[in-house]
T-cell receptor
Framework: ETGVTQSPTHLIKTRGQQVTLRCSSQSGHNTVSWYQQALGQGPQFIFQYYREEENGRGNFPPRFSGLQFPNYSSELNVNALELDDSALYLC?????????????FGPGTRLTVL | AQTVTQSQPEMSVQEAETVTLSCTYDTSESNYYLFWYKQPPSRQMILVIRQEAYKQQNATENRFSVNFQKAAKSFSLKISDSQLGDTAMYFCAFMNQFLAYSGNTPLVFGKGTRLSVIA
């Protein structure tokens, strides 16, 4: 176990709806990254939050947004859901100090968009 | 942009034998980090091994070792004495060292290799 948890485990939404996924980082970790893993693919970087501010984003539209809170929890919000948003969403926490530290992944949330 | 290629979608190995998973990457950067992650059927991604590009010595972690060929942009993972618990998806991943210094540490993953260890 990595000490990183995510909720919910599974989620089913319909096209056009909005969804919020949650992540609880390891205590002391100041960085959280979110990844999208489509079926049969490797994870793709969505964005990263460091000390509650976004400090890096992958090739994802603005309808993907996030928040990081001081209590080591974070959220990924997706608006106007599309069928292609169906995937496993992974969060990963780490401690950033100028050098890359190990990213500890959560078990993921499986999102299905109908 | 960096890309990571894993050319073996699936592999199998007998218990106690050795298997090598391949990974190649493309980058114009000279300083970077490379990783192998394991994703068992339970889905939780776990770091297996990490290699800094500036280090010539290949990283090892118990039964896991890498063959890092910087000029060839190759980073293979060797698993010795394979165990049933090694059955998982294995992902090769790249991180830009320059970005990491500013706290921006996105991982670029390959598509993965599904490894099955057979009793």
């Amino acid at each position: 176990e990595t000490g990183v948890t995510q909720s919910p485990t599974h989620l089913i939404k319909t096209r056009g709806q909005q969804v919020t996924l949650r992540c609880s980082s390891q205590s002391g970790h100041n960085t959280v990254s979110w990844y999208q893993q489509a079926l049969g693919q490797g994870p793709q970087f969505i964005f990263q939050y460091y000390r509650e501010e976004e400090n890096g984003r992958g090739n994802f539209p603005p309808r993907f947004s996030g928040l990081q809170f001081p209590n080591y929890s974070s959220e990924l919000n997706v608006n106007a859901l599309e069928l292609d948003d169906s995937a496993l969403y992974l969060c990963a926490s780490s401690f950033t100090s100028g050098f890359p530290d190990t990213q500890y992944f959560g078990p993921g949330t499986r999102l299905t968009v109908l | 942009a960096q890309t990571v290629t894993q050319s073996q979608p699936e592999m199998s190995v007998q218990e106690a034998e050795t298997v090598t998973l391949s990974c190649t990457y493309d980058t114009s950067e000279s300083n970077y980090y490379l990783f192998w992650y394991k994703q068992p059927p339970s889905r939780q991604m776990i770091l297996v091994i990490r290699q800094e590009a500036y280090k010539q010595q290949n990283a090892t972690e118990n039964r896991f070792s890498v063959n890092f060929q910087k000029a060839a942009k190759s980073f293979s993972l060797k698993i010795s004495d394979s165990q049933l618990g090694d059955t998982a998806m294995y992902f090769c991943a790249f991180m830009n060292q320059f970005l990491a210094y500013s706290g921006n540490t996105p991982l670029v993953f390959g598509k993965g290799t599904r490894l099955s260890v057979i009793a």
